[in-house]
């Protein structure tokens, strides 16, 4: 199973917006709305912002969201916040009772 | 608090083995599918097994190639993930989660290094 495709980098100025996008194939991401999305600050565990393609856990700000079209989802953060500024990671259900990421993408506040 | 703890990490020499284990306490642990994630240094985040509820349905990376064994003990609220034929590329931290399409709850992580 083949990692999601992530853009290593993103950056934004404070109150911005920055959309993260996370592409993969019809047989992970566009055949299953088991998108997830994870926040990981340096030397930190992952911390679970998006489930489900677009549901928020309990805690996390309405600032973050989700989407998918076809074989690409994406995660929006709006409102750049200093504390925004970690390392996001897409997972997708891969079929075959597998669990697939992405490669991650730094995410800069300017 | 919700809290997972993995223990067992160190280093070991390649063809080695090693167990890692995972505490639970503050939820229903036996309600809960389980996973192990792993972490390579300066990389990403990759799926490594999970296990449901009642033990009945174990699965692995294709990656591990049957080197791996996960299990669980609920009446002990305890993950176990024993790691044999240690190659160097299983050097990583390595993450228990709780959840099944999406894990909610994570551990701090224990590190693992196989090297001579």
């Known amino acids: 199973q083949s990692a999601l495709t992530q853009p290593p980098s993103a950056s934004g100025s404070p109150g911005q917006s920055v959309t993260i996008s996370c592409t993969g194939s019809?047989?992970?991401?566009?055949?299953?709305?088991?998108v997830s999305w994870y926040q990981q600050h340096p030397g930190k565990a992952p911390k679970l912002m998006i489930y489900?393609?677009?549901k928020r856990p309990s805690g996390v700000p309405d600032r973050f969201s989700g989407s998918k079209s076809g074989n690409t989802a994406s995660l929006t953060v709006s409102g750049l916040q200093a504390e925004d500024e970690a390392d996001y990671y897409c997972?997708?259900?891969?079929?075959?009772?597998?669990?697939?990421f992405g490669g991650g993408t730094k995410l800069t506040v300017l | 608090e919700v809290q997972l703890v993995e223990s067992g990490g160190g280093l070991v020499k390649p063809g080695g083995s090693l167990r890692l284990s995972c505490a639970a306490s503050?939820?229903?642990?036996?309600?809960?599918?389980m996973n192990w994630v792993r972490q390579a240094p300066g990389k990403g985040l990759e799926w490594v097994s999970s296990?449901?509820?009642?033990?009945?349905?174990?699965y692995y990376a294709d990656s591990l190639k049957g080197r791996f064994t996960f299990s669980r003990d609920n009446a002990k609220n305890s993950l176990y993930l024993q790691m044999n034929s240690l190659r160097a590329e299983d050097t990583a931290v390595y993450f228990c989660?709780?959840?099944?399409?999406?894990?909610?709850?994570w551990g701090q992580g224990t590190m693992v290094t196989v090297s001579s």
């Open positions: 997972s997708s259900y891969g079929g075959r009772n597998n669990l697939v």
């Open positions: 489900e393609v677009t």
């Open positions: 503050g939820f229903t642990f036996s309600a809960y599918s």
């Open positions: 989660a709780r959840g099944s399409d999406a894990f909610d709850v």
């Open positions: 019809s047989s992970d991401v566009g055949g299953y709305n088991y």
């Open positions: 296990i449901s509820r009642d033990s009945n349905y174990i």
